[in-house]
């Protein structure tokens, strides 16, 4: 349930309201928006009178909240969220957030000069795979806490915040110290073990969602972490599983569009992976624009034909720049900057 406020309550009528909802057993989240402020009852909020909140002074309506998700959902938070990724870069707001690096961390020479090559471009933040979940085990499988080192080391040469994928709990302290956005992947967007304790920390977590999963529990997902006290997730459409085998998965953009009705949250779109060839990746990332993505995921490698990791889908730093001059044109158009 939750509970919209007039224009121009005052506070005493803010905490009778927040108090008649209290009584009932519920928890209560208040979000103050630009134009409105919303009372959000967390927990079951069916011994709530209804009617006799909605006639308190200061109250505008009531609304019964049907969805599962509550701190994801946009009549809890009815203004875009806006998350600071570190050294000024943003995602959710006027300026699109474009995320740019190899799938995987191979060397410091190879992780740096594609960082420097990036950032140059006008990447807002640095992917790299230390730790890498593949299909085959026999499959390079990252560089792990080195991989993590050298991310670090093409931070200091670069400035650009680190995005980089969890696979453990047990490496969440690790992350929290050294990581700038912890990368949540789509194998692993129903670990609910792996999501709780990444509602405990204080980085931004980037939700890719799972291979067959719907939306709603996509956004169910990002409830969890939510729920733990972490708010700042961001949400990423990298393609989903269906009969068509031509693309590595099929880039499900209306997603983006019914996320964004639904949830506050931000929402970026990896075309890399939802396409697995390069040459889809400039067209599929104007498409995202288009349809109102936050931000884009993109890799970028330096030599993609030697790739230890997809290096299909990679583009090369010539390739992400022409990209970025074409965003930028784009941008524009729909009232963004990049």
């Known amino acids: 349930m939750v509970v919209i406020m007039k224009a121009g309550f005052t506070t005493d009528q803010l905490e009778s309201a927040v108090k008649a909802m209290e009584a ?21 909020a069916s011994r709530i009178d209804q009617e006799k909140v909605s006639m ?6 009531v ?57 140059r471009s006008g990447a807002a933040a640095l992917r790299g795979g230390a730790f890498k979940p593949r299909t085959s085990p026999y499959a390079f499988q990252g560089m792990g806490n080195e991989g ?31 990581v700038d956005v912890i990368q949540v992947g789509a194998r692993n967007m129903q670990n609910f073990d792996l999501l709780k304790q990444l509602g405990h920390t204080t980085k931004p977590i980037l939700l890719k969602r799972g291979l067959s999963s719907t939306i709603e529990e996509w956004l169910m997902s990002a409830e969890y972490i939510m729920a733990g006290g972490n708010d700042r997730v961001i949400l990423c459409e990298r393609g989903i599983r269906t009969f068509e085998t031509f693309t590595r998965n099929t880039l499900d953009l209306s997603a983006v569009l019914a996320v964004k009705k639904l949830s506050h949250l931000p929402v970026v779109v990896d075309p890399s992976h939802a396409c697995g060839q390069a040459w889809m ?5 104007m498409a995202a624009v288009a349809a109102g993505a936050d931000g884009l995921i993109i890799e970028v490698h330096n030599d993609p034909p030697h790739a230890k990791c997809d290096g299909a889908q990679s583009i090369t730093p010539d390739q992400f720049d022409a990209l970025m001059g074409r965003l930028g044109a784009l941008a524009q158009c729909v009232g963004r900057s990049l």
């Open 24 to 44: 009932g057993g519920v928890k209560v989240m208040v979000s103050k928006g630009s134009e409105t402020t919303i009372l959000g009852a967390e927990g079951d």
């Open 56 to 61: 308190l002074p200061g109250v505008d309506r």
């Open 281 to 285: 990746v400039e067209r599929m990332s």
């Open 63 to 119: 609304m019964r909240v049907s969805e599962p998700y509550k701190k994801a959902n946009r009549k809890y938070h009815p203004d875009n969220t806006v998350i600071d990724l570190g050294n000024s870069a943003t995602v959710g707001g006027d300026r699109l957030a474009v995320i740019a690096g190899p799938c995987s961390v191979e060397s410091e020479e190879q992780i740096v000069g594609v960082a420097e090559s990036v950032k």
């Open 148 to 178: 993590i080192r050298l991310l670090q080391e093409a931070k200091a040469a670069t400035g650009l915040p680190i995005v980089t994928e969890i696979m453990s709990t047990d490496n969440i302290e690790m992350f929290e110290m050294c």
